[in-house]
C-alpha cells in the first residue's frame, strides 16, 4: 500500500461489513415490552463497510471493497449494489454463511436503534492469512469484523505507508498495539468516551482523533492542536449513514491529498446532507452535491 513513490492501485481499501438493512419506520422507538405497528418498511443495502465504500465512491475516489458475504439472495444483492457504484469486489469472498443483517426501527424525529447479526462478517480475513490487501492511498476499517482483521490490515498498511482511518463502531475494546497503528481515529461522542476520551486515545499512539459531534459539527485532536469543524445545518429525517458519509467523504478527500482539516470539513457536510434522506446507502451524497452545498 505505499503512496509514495509507486503506481497505487485504489485510492481507498475499505476492510469491512456487509449487511442486508431491515428498516422499519415509526412514530416513537419501542420501550421494553411494547408493540408498535409500523408505518412503513424498507430494505437497503448497509454494514458499514459498504456504507463507507458507496459514500468513498460517491465522493469520487477509486474504493476497493474486502469482506465476506453468504450464498444467499442478500449476498447477490450486496455485490450488485457495490458494483453498480463502481467499487472493486475481486476480495469480496462467499462463505457458508447467511448474509449479515441489521435490524433498524427510526422514529418520527430522525432518531435510531440498530441490532446487527453478523453472519458472514466473521469470516472477513480469517480464511486469509497473512491477510493481502490491494494498494493505496487510503486503508478504512470499523470494528464488525474480527479485530484480528483490523489488527493485520493496520499492519499491512503501516508497513507500506497507506494512511489509516478507523472508525470505532461499534465500540470493542482495542490493544494501545492495536491503536499506535491508527493515523486518523473517527469515533462519535458515544464511541470516544467508551474508548477513555481523547486524551487516551492519543495517549495510545492515535495520531488524529476526528470526534463527530453530530448537529454540532465535528473536532479534530492531535497531541499539539484542536481544530473545530463548523456544522452545515440541515432538517434531519433519518440520521442512519450520516456517520458512515462523514467517514466515507473524509477518506476520500485524504486520499486525494487534502489537509485532514479540509477533509473533515467535507466530511461534516457529507453527514449533514446524509440525514436529510432515508436509510444508510440511499442517502449517501455525490461529491457534486456536497461542492455545491459548501458553495463551490
Do not use: W
Request: hydrophobic content about 45%; charged content about 15%; overall charge negative.
Amino acid at each position: 500500500m505505499n503512496t509514495t513513490g509507486h503506481d497505487v492501485a485504489f485510492d481507498v481499501v475499505v476492510v469491512g461489513s456487509a449487511n442486508l438493512d431491515l428498516v422499519a419506520t415509526l412514530d416513537h422507538l419501542p420501550k421494553p415490552g411494547e408493540t408498535i405497528v409500523a408505518q412503513s418498511y424498507a430494505e437497503h443495502a448497509g454494514g458499514k463497510g459498504v456504507n463507507q465504500a458507496v459514500a468513498c465512491a460517491r465522493m469520487c475516489a477509486r474504493p476497493a471493497f474486502v469482506g465476506c458475504v453468504g450464498n444467499d439472495d442478500a449476498g447477490v444483492f450486496l455485490r450488485g449494489v457495490l458494483e453498480d457504484e463502481g467499487i472493486d469486489t475481486s476480495m469480496l469472498r462467499v462463505v457458508d454463511m447467511p448474509t449479515g443483517r441489521a435490524f433498524i426501527n427510526v422514529d418520527s424525529r430522525g432518531e435510531n436503534e440498530i441490532v446487527v447479526v453478523s453472519g458472514a462478517n466473521t469470516q472477513v480475513g480469517i480464511a486469509q492469512n497473512p491477510l493481502q490487501l490491494p494498494t493505496s492511498h487510503v486503508l478504512l476499517m470499523q470494528l464488525e469484523i474480527p479485530l484480528a482483521t483490523v489488527a493485520a490490515a493496520l499492519t499491512a498498511a503501516r508497513k507500506s505507508g497507506a494512511i489509516t482511518v478507523l472508525n470505532p463502531a461499534p465500540y470493542k475494546s482495542l490493544t494501545e498495539e492495536v491503536l499506535s497503528l491508527v493515523d486518523v481515529i473517527v469515533p462519535n461522542e458515544t464511541e470516544s468516551a467508551a474508548c477513555g476520551g481523547t486524551q487516551a486515545l492519543l495517549a495510545a499512539g492515535v495520531a488524529t482523533v476526528v470526534t463527530t459531534l453530530g448537529e454540532n459539527g465535528a473536532v479534530i485532536n492531535t497531541a499539539s492542536s484542536e481544530t473545530n469543524i463548523a456544522p452545515h445545518k440541515v432538517v434531519a429525517v433519518d440520521t442512519v449513514g450520516a456517520g458512515d458519509a462523514f467517514i466515507g467523504a473524509l477518506s476520500a478527500e485524504l486520499a486525494r491529498g487534502a489537509t485532514i482539516s479540509d477533509a473533515a470539513s467535507v466530511g461534516a457536510v457529507a453527514g449533514a446532507l446524509a440525514t436529510t434522506n432515508h436509510g444508510a446507502v440511499p442517502s449517501l451524497p455525490t461529491r457534486d452535491v456536497v461542492r455545491k452545498a459548501m458553495g463551490k
